[in-house]
């Protein structure tokens, strides 16, 4: 089992940025791929981000494109998603979440790969 726990959420205005982070305490994350994926208001849960285990490859939605980076540090267990130019419809509850690898990278767009969840992090964007 891997718990993961998110932090980094919070409110700002619309051309804002934030940092959410993904942490798994005690365990070594290396071993999986992380994504973040978001549930705005009234809307299914959509994937966002991911990372693959070494870091070497991303992969980003067309909406958030240029704006958000995901990078992730294994020597900290740690993955982080730098959100740019945030806009009001990036208004979201933002989960992180981590897949066993030897999948295609495609894969990790949908939230079926993914194995662990965290609890979620509040982003909201003001406008």
């Known amino acids: 089992q891997v718990q993961l726990e998110e932090s980094g959420g919070g409110l700002v205005q619309a051309g804002g940025s934030l940092r959410p982070s993904c942490a798994a305490p005690g365990r070594t994350f290396s071993a999986y791929a992380v994504g973040w994926l978001r549930r705005a208001p009234g809307k299914e849960r959509v994937f966002v981000a991911a990372?693959?285990?070494?870091?070497?490859?991303?992969y980003y939605a067309d909406s958030v494109k240029g704006r958000f980076t995901i990078s992730r540090d294994n020597a900290n267990n740690t993955v982080y998603l730098q959100m740019n130019s945030l806009k009001p419809e990036d208004t979201a509850v933002y989960y992180c979440a981590a897949a066993r690898t030897g999948y295609p990278g495609s894969s990790y767009r949908s939230e079926y790969r993914y194995d662990y969840w965290g609890q979620g992090t509040q982003v909201t964007v003001s406008s």
């Open positions: 990372v693959t285990w070494s870091g070497g490859s991303t």
